[in-house]
């Protein structure tokens, strides 16, 4: 079946004051999204805006795909608006996946902010397995902690404000749970999304404490399929398309 195709809103509820979740049904035979795939939204019928929008696969339920959304532009404003029962085009799902870490390595899942809607599958697949380290500004914008909780071996949370969990990055608390001697190093493998500087962050604490770590990179993304070079990202090789060679890349190949 094509990648191309129209689904349904089965839900669009609001679960922060800016930010959705909303759920799709998606035709019989579409392909199943992985963890770290995304899929490319058209959110308008005209021409403001004209480009498709790019979100992360949050989960599959028997309703269909859902997705984890933040409110912060026209495209999204237009989205929050639309009722069960509208149609949406789409194309997806896109891009790379989060690949599995060896049977024997511990997964550490970190998510910065909405980067928590990417890494959400794998904690899901992991499911009591995985340690997760959760960060955001304050503790409002903590979306779907009770859930993650649930679903970790150990829930890791900071806050910029300090209003939840440590004060500061979750970059420096998952520097501070790898420098601990009894940390499983090198039993792990990371896996992270969230802004630009905190893959960076992440990147260099991997590297100093020898862990292999992938980041989900977060780019504007125009076509979604790697024809427009909208999203490049320099890496060791040259220059990557975030949409086509990504969205999940290795951190060791990024030119931080």
């Known amino acids: 079946m094509s990648r191309f195709f129209n689904a349904t809103i089965q839900e669009n509820v609001p679960v922060h004051a800016n930010h959705n979740l909303l759920t799709l049904s998606i035709p ?3 392909p199943a999204p992985l963890p770290g795939q995304f899929f490319m939204l058209q959110v308008s019928r005209g021409s403001d805006p004209l480009l498709k929008r790019a979100f ?13 959304y933040r409110i912060r532009g026209r495209g999204t404003e237009i989205l929050r608006t639309m009722k069960e029962g509208a149609v949406l085009e789409m194309l997806g799902p896109l891009g790379n ?3 599995n870490p060896p049977r024997d390595k511990m997964p550490l899942i970190l998510a910065g902010g909405i980067g928590i809607a990417s890494v ?11 340690i997760v380290f959760y960060g955001a500004r304050t503790k409002d914008d903590l979306l779907m902690k009770d859930k993650a909780e649930k679903l970790s071996k150990k829930l890791f949370i900071s806050t910029d404000d300090g209003s939840a969990g440590s004060r500061g990055t979750i970059a420096a608390v998952l520097s501070s749970f790898l420098a601990d001697p009894h940390s499983p190093i090198p039993d792990c ?5 969230g802004p630009h500087p905190l893959l960076r962050a992440v ?10 770590a992938y980041v989900s990179m977060e780019e504007h993304m125009a076509c979604g399929i790697g024809a427009c070079l909208g999203c490049v990202v320099k890496t060791r090789s040259g220059y990557s398309s975030v949409c086509k060679e990504g969205p999940v890349f290795k951190s060791t190949e990024i030119v931080w």
């Open 120 to 130: 959400f599958p794998l904690i899901e697949k992991f499911a009591g397995r995985s």
């Open 28 to 30: 019989e035979g579409a």
């Open 189 to 193: 493998h990371i896996y992270a999304c």
């Open 56 to 68: 992360s696969i949050f989960r599959t339920t028997q309703q269909g795909v859902q997705l984890l």
């Open 203 to 212: 990147s260099e604490i991997a590297e100093r404490h020898g862990v292999t």
């Open 97 to 99: 996946c989060y690949p």
